[in-house]
């Protein structure tokens, strides 16, 4: 029996290794361990709850004011005896995240294989996003498997001498997960105190505009400018309500509810779990974002997506047409989001186009891919 050891600690690192979780766990031919670093706490532990996930490590390293040099070592450091305890065959990370980054350096000193989960997205700039594309860059030179989602980040692997035989192109395991959650949030007897919530907010006669916005590259006059767009589309458009789920970054509150509060049809909540999300998510009639995973997410719920970004690690869906690179120019935000709310045609070729990002079987796939070895 080969022994697996899945290691994360973000909310989105815990939502899109979720479904590969409960696949090895249900697979007896190994012997699967689940450790969190807790780089994010509240938020992944939703998460955990949600899919009915309990880790069997909890590094617990989330401190206030972490910076990332502290971050960094602090992962390193309490790996090793959790390596040395479990004795991995194979090491899971995911992404891009300095959890991932960490774990696959201290995966590497202990001699297990390490298996990296969406990997070979690319922006090639390792400045942007920071530090996510130097983190992902170095765990793919770290990482003995490479689950690519699509063709493309399999080819960015192959320009960096990536062995063609260690790559395998799977999807995403995110959307896995979204067909999951959506079908449990659907459920007659799931309950859930945020939605109620959402449900009691919101005029469903009304077509929804979902908003998320938080990276550290458009904190400043970006996300002013994203802002200044959201309050011309709400004036000019009072049959459309957006709502802002707002990150709690002060960076990103300060001038969000400064610009954005006491305007009728705007609503600005607190960060949702992810039940709430996605159920948000499928009730809306289009989503701003600068998120990386709600790019991947929304096509599979025929949602089109206006990305507040100049670039994206993620151009498969800008080359479907599902998604769109506005950046935080004010007055294109303002113009396509007027153009997907009323050109009928316009919306509809954004909104029943493939979804680039997998089909729901990625768990699947990745398992029988190490089952093989």
């Known amino acids: 029996m080969k022994k697996n050891l899945i290691v994360f600690g973000t909310r989105p690192e815990a939502i899109k290794m979720a479904p590969l979780i409960q696949k090895f766990l249900n697979n007896k031919n190994f012997d699967t361990k689940v450790c969190v670093t807790a780089q994010h706490r509240e938020m992944l532990d939703q998460v955990l709850d949600f899919f009915e996930i309990t880790p069997d490590f909890d590094l617990n390293i989330m401190r206030p004011n972490q910076n990332l040099y502290s971050l960094t070592a602090t992962i390193i450091e309490k790996m090793k005896p959790v390596l040395e305890e479990v004795k991995p065959d194979y090491v899971y990370v995911h992404g891009d995240t300095t959890t991932s980054m960490a774990v696959g350096i201290a995966a590497f000193y202990s001699g297990a294989k390490i298996c990296h989960v969406e990997a070979g997205l690319r922006t090639f700039d390792r400045e942007y996003p920071f530090p996510e594309e130097f983190n992902r860059q170095l765990t793919g030179k770290i990482a003995d498997y490479h689950f690519s989602p699509t063709e493309l980040s399999k080819k960015n692997l192959l320009v960096e001498n990536t062995k063609k035989e260690n790559i395998l192109v799977t999807g995403n395991t995110v959307i896995d997960a979204l067909f999951y959650g959506i079908e449990k949030v659907n459920a007659e007897n799931f309950k859930d105190e945020e939605i109620e919530s959402l449900k009691t907010l919101l005029n469903f006669q009304k077509r929804i505009i979902l908003v998320t916005g938080h990276r550290r590259e458009?904190?400043?006059?970006?996300?002013?400018?994203?802002?200044?767009?959201?309050?011309?589309?709400?004036?000019?458009?009072?049959?459309?309500?957006?709502?802002?789920?707002?990150?709690?970054?002060?960076?990103?509150?300060?001038?969000?509810?400064?610009?954005?509060?006491?305007?009728?049809?705007?609503?600005?909540?607190?960060?949702?779990?992810?039940?709430?999300?996605?159920?948000?998510?499928?009730?809306?009639?289009?989503?701003?974002?600068?998120?990386?995973?709600?790019?991947?997410?929304?096509?599979?719920?025929?949602?089109?997506?206006?990305?507040?970004?100049?670039?994206?690690?993620?151009?498969?869906?800008?080359?479907?047409?599902?998604?769109?690179?506005?950046?935080?120019?004010?007055?294109?935000?303002?113009?396509?989001?007027?153009?997907?709310?009323?050109?009928?045609?316009?919306?509809?070729?954004?909104?029943?186009?493939?979804?680039?990002?997998?089909?729901?079987?990625?768990?699947?796939?990745?398992?029988?891919?190490?089952?093989?070895?």
């Open 218 to 373: 458009n904190h400043g006059d970006g996300l002013i400018n994203i802002c200044a767009a959201l309050k011309i589309i709400a004036e000019k458009n009072p049959d459309v309500q957006i709502i802002y789920p707002v990150h709690l970054n002060p960076n990103v509150v300060g001038p969000v509810n400064e610009l954005l509060s006491g305007i009728e049809n705007i609503h600005l909540v607190s960060p949702l779990a992810y039940p709430a999300f996605i159920w948000l998510m499928e009730k809306s009639y289009l989503i701003i974002t600068d998120s990386g995973g709600i790019q991947e997410e929304a096509p599979s719920l025929g949602k089109p997506v206006l990305v507040t970004r100049t670039t994206t690690e993620r151009p498969e869906a800008v080359d479907e047409g599902t998604v769109l690179l506005v950046g935080t120019d004010r007055a294109r935000i303002v113009a396509e989001t007027e153009k997907l709310l009323n050109n009928t045609e316009y919306y509809n070729a954004m909104s029943l186009l493939h979804n680039p990002y997998g089909d729901g079987k990625t768990s699947e796939r990745i398992v029988n891919f190490i089952e093989q070895l």
